[in-house]
């Protein structure tokens, strides 16, 4: 049994002003929270919170007996309103079945699933986790959307699913590029997530950039897969 956030004024952090917090907390639970946990590794005044950004804290609460992540936007954000941005294109994403579920929102949160596990960053997955993300990004690059964050292997949690998160940069655009992001994270660029795949297939750089070029012309997943 997870302990209860201790102070409700956790919630504004790092401000901590007891008025936001409280008006923060009823709009939640109007919502449909019905717990906020102190939960996770980062320590946020006398609590623990799931993870925090420049922009954000993120908490572990319960909404319809479901655990849920409650991302909510710093009063110190200097990107004021991504929040709302990111429920947008998330509620655009689960469409397609990419990301958290999302439950609910409003300018300054995001109620969603929450998704336990490592990051991809950390090393636990396989060729066929590679196969799954390739097609989820597919599903974006379809949609229209890009995520903009696909490199560097923080946004992807490999858990029982794996799963994208933080849609906070994404946009829409013509010529997204998150198979290619991705694809150039696992096969090409210099770093951890490259090194874990190089256990896991044998590949020829060149080869892979012709693979990519060809996708760009057809996006066709399937056929990418079939040749990595
Ligand atoms: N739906 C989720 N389920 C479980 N954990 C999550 C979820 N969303 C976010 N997290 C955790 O919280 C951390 C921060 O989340 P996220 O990247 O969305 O925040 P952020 O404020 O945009 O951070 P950054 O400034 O680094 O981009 C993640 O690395 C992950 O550990
Ligand atoms: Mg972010």
Known sequence: MNALLTDIKSLDY???SLKRASLLEESLFIKGI???YSYGKTEVGSDKAI???VTSIIFLGSYKNKKVTIKIERPDSKRKGSIKKEALYLIEANKYGVGPKIYANDERFIIMEYIGGPLLIDGNFDNKDIYDILRQCNSLDLSR???RQIQGGKHIICGKRNVIIDF???HYSNTPKNVTSFLSMCFLSDCL???RVKELFTFDEEYIKTLLKEYKSNYNIESLIDNI
Do not use: F, T
Request: charged residues 45%; neutral net charge.
């Open 14 to 16: 790092p401000i901590y």
């Open 34 to 36: 019905d717990k906020i």
């Open 51 to 53: 993870g925090k950004g």
């Open 145 to 147: 959307i890009d995520h």
């Open 168 to 170: 906070e940069k994404a």
């Open 193 to 195: 997530v490259r090194e």
